[in-house]
């Protein structure tokens, strides 16, 4: 079995120490370096063999919600977890759209960590559970809501949602979107995932009960 190659990004060298020596320690994980921005980030993925980005979102040059956005689009095979020091619902949605499949807090243990890794290598979301107390806490409050599936879908995803609806190819896809076929395998195998679907014929009976496309 291969290693799931992990890379670490985070303006704070000791964060980056920190995951390093988890990583490090189990042996189905290889830790494959540390970005202190998104741009590193960037240039790393285009030289190394990446199957995991831990991103902080609060990075100078380039931050994390840029450089999800940028990785969904060109690596959608990569998994993203995003890291912050802070439990906020709303920038928990906001990497999602970008991108991430999961989202940690930095004073997350160990255990967490790990399970947040190969929870979202097999395609499933992650997150933390402090940031999901913080859900229950603020659930009888004015337009507080939790996370339904349908947030834990991109900008992107949900477009090829609407062109899988309109019976499109994945080549026609291709072209609509200017991203290669591969590319459009990799975003249609995430939302099969993250949506827990088997077929497009499921998705094509998701998106309608959840109203992503209109009869």
Same mark, same amino acid.
């Given at each position: 079995?291969?290693?799931?190659?992990?890379?670490?990004?985070?303006?704070?060298?000791?964060?980056?120490?920190? %995951?390093? @020596? #988890?990583?490090?320690?189990?042996?189905?994980?290889? $830790?494959?370096?540390?970005? /202190?921005?998104? &741009?590193?980030?960037?240039?790393?993925?285009?030289?190394?063999?990446?199957?995991?980005?831990?991103?902080?979102?609060?990075?100078?040059?380039?931050?994390?919600?840029?450089?999800?956005?940028?990785?969904?689009?060109?690596?959608?095979?990569?998994?993203?977890?995003?890291?912050?020091?802070?439990?906020?619902?709303?920038?928990?949605?906001?990497m999602i759209k970008n991108g991430?499949?999961?989202?940690?807090?930095?004073?997350?243990?160990?255990?967490?960590? %790990?399970? @947040? #890794?190969?929870?979202?290598?097999?395609?499933?979301? $992650?997150?933390?559970?402090? /940031?999901?107390? &913080?859900?229950?806490?603020?659930?009888?409050?004015?337009?507080?809501?939790?996370?339904?599936?349908?947030?834990?879908?991109?900008?992107?995803?949900?477009?090829?949602?609407?062109?899988?609806?309109?019976?499109?190819?994945?080549?026609?896809?291709?072209?609509?979107?200017?991203?290669?076929?591969?590319t459009v395998e990799s975003h249609?195998?995430?939302?099969?995932?993250k949506l827990e679907l088997k077929?497009?014929?499921?998705?094509?009976?998701?998106?309608?009960?959840?109203?992503?496309?209109?009869?």
């Amino acid at each position: 079995m291969d290693k799931i190659k992990v890379l670490v990004a985070d303006d704070h060298q000791v964060i980056i120490d920190g %995951l390093e @020596a #988890i990583i490090s320690d189990v042996p189905e994980l290889e $830790f494959v370096g540390g970005a /202190l921005n998104g &741009n590193q980030v960037i240039e790393m993925v285009e030289s190394k063999a990446v199957d995991m980005v831990l991103m902080d979102i609060n990075m100078p040059e380039m931050d994390g919600l840029e450089c999800t956005s940028y990785l969904s689009k060109h690596y959608p095979q990569i998994r993203i977890i995003a890291l912050s020091m802070h439990d906020n619902p709303r920038l928990a949605k906001r990497m999602i759209k970008n991108g991430a499949f999961g989202f940690l807090l930095k004073n997350s243990s160990k255990e967490n960590i %790990l399970k @947040a #890794i190969f929870e979202v290598k097999e395609g499933r979301n $992650f997150f933390d559970p402090l /940031l999901m107390q &913080n859900f229950l806490d603020v659930s009888n409050q004015k337009n507080s809501s939790s996370f339904a599936k349908k947030d834990l879908l991109t900008k992107r995803e949900l477009e090829i949602i609407q062109l899988i609806c309109q019976e499109k190819t994945t080549g026609e896809i291709a072209d609509e979107l200017s991203i290669s076929t591969h590319t459009v395998e990799s975003h249609r195998s995430n939302i099969l995932l993250k949506l827990e679907l088997k077929n497009s014929v499921g998705l094509v009976k998701w998106a309608i009960q959840n109203e992503v496309i209109e009869l």
